[in-house]
């Protein structure tokens, strides 16, 4: 099992639905999770942070985590075409001073 | 715009050429790392610095050295690169090396090797 599986998709949203996006992962220690929007050809952007079960909004974006389920999603209302990306999550492994990501979400928004 | 910086932008050199990739952060970060991407994969993990000393050598082949001179700059020395090592490279900070909180990435240097 890879320690952190995103559905790579590609995921097609029409304008304005709400975009869900998933991320497991297998370290039941984890404590820091992230999510990263990068456009083709450019770097990774950080757009959400949580560390807590439950959700965190920050404008359109909403980010949930269980930690019991060992899941992490984001939720990305009234998606815009502006949202076509790669959704990455990251998830940190206790002691290992360093993140591991999962292989990105392909994300299409349909105008 | 990033608070990360990393030149060049792109950079094109042959098999037996050495250069060096350059990255600065000025946030007090305490954690700077290197990153390979290839096209629709994930960023991969070279090395990490933590307080300046290298922490994490991902098994990285020695044609890439990385220096990190002083807290703020982290350099990526580069000698007898392959073709297949041609990629995006990133560079990113933290604030600690705990992964508490978040990377922040350079915009990255688009390495061309002929």
């Known amino acids: 099992q890879k320690e952190v599986e995103q559905n790579s998709g590609p995921l097609s949203v029409p304008e304005g639905a709400i975009a869900s996006l998933n991320c497991t992962y297998s370290d039941r220690v984890s404590q820091s999770f992230f999510w990263y929007r990068q456009y083709s050809g450019k770097s990774p952007e950080l757009i959400m942070s949580i560390y807590s079960n439950g959700d965190k909004e920050d404008g359109r974006f909403t980010a949930q985590l269980n930690k019991a389920s060992q899941y992490v999603s984001l939720l990305i209302r009234d998606s815009q075409p502006s949202d076509s990306a790669t959704y990455l999550c990251a998830v940190n492994i206790q002691g290992a001073q360093k993140l591991v990501f999962g292989q990105g979400t392909r994300l299409t928004i349909n105008p | 715009d990033t608070e990360v910086t990393q030149t060049p932008k792109h950079l094109v050199m042959g098999m037996t050429n050495k250069k060096s990739l350059k990255c600065e952060q000025h946030m007090g970060h305490r954690a700077m790392y290197w990153y390979k991407q290839k096209a629709k994969k994930p960023p991969e993990l070279m090395f990490v610095?933590?307080?300046?000393?290298?922490?994490i050598n991902e098994s990285v082949p020695s044609r890439f050295s990385p220096e990190c001179p002083n807290s703020s700059l982290l350099n990526l020395h580069l000698h007898a690169l392959q073709p297949e090592d041609s990629a995006l490279y990133l560079c990113a900070s933290s604030q600690d090396p705990g992964q508490t909180q978040p990377q922040h990435f350079g915009d990255g240097t688009r390495l061309s090797i002929l």
């Open positions: 610095y933590s307080y300046e000393k290298l922490s």
